[in-house]
């Protein structure tokens, strides 16, 4: 983990605007730093507020998801674009994906342990629920959002001892 935040921070002041080039320096200097067996899922973005374009390189992780409500209906949009996760392979032709966020558009971004937590049955909550749970923190704050969704998760596990990180990212796109 130290040599993929070293990395980063070295090579995302480049060029910034080649975000696949940045990925793919970072994956060949993780995969030199690393034995065999050591990678990392990564995802990478940057946001330009003028132009409300999100540039990102998703590497093998969950895509994080952008929710647009349009009335009571949500477009959802999976940020899927980028490659396979850094470290494995000495090199990759990594792609950068962009899109338009919009005001009020909110960005979720998440881990597996969020979407895979367990209850006491071996039952995942899953991407589903975790959707749901989302869509109806419509109107609040990123920080509320983040609250609903971890007693969300925490009522569906019930106790049960889970055995991966639970890390999230909630981000709204303010109005003007």
């Not at 990925?23 to 990678?39: G, M």
Request: negative net charge.
């Amino acid at each position: 983990m130290a040599s993929l935040q070293a990395s980063l921070r070295g090579e995302a002041t480049r060029a910034p605007e080649d975000l696949a080039g940045v990925v793919s320096n970072v994956n060949r200097l993780v995969y030199e730093a690393s034995s065999a067996n050591r990678y990392a899922t990564f995802f990478y973005a940057q946001y330009n507020p003028a132009t409300r374009q999100l540039t990102y390189v998703n590497a093998g992780h969950n895509p994080p998801i952008l929710f647009h409500r349009t009335g009571s209906d949500f477009r959802l949009t999976r940020l899927e674009i980028g490659g396979t996760v850094v470290g494995l392979l000495e090199s990759f032709p990594y792609e950068q994906g962009s899109l338009e966020v919009e005001p009020g558009d909110v960005f979720l971004a998440f881990t597996d342990g969020i979407s895979e937590a367990m209850n006491n049955a071996d039952e995942e909550w899953g991407e589903g629920a975790l959707i749901e749970t989302v869509k109806a923190c419509s109107g609040l704050s990123p920080s509320e959002t983040i609250t609903r969704i971890m007693q969300a998760a925490d009522t569906f596990v019930a106790g049960a001892k889970q055995h991966d990180d639970m890390t999230l990212v909630v981000l709204q796109v303010a109005s003007h």
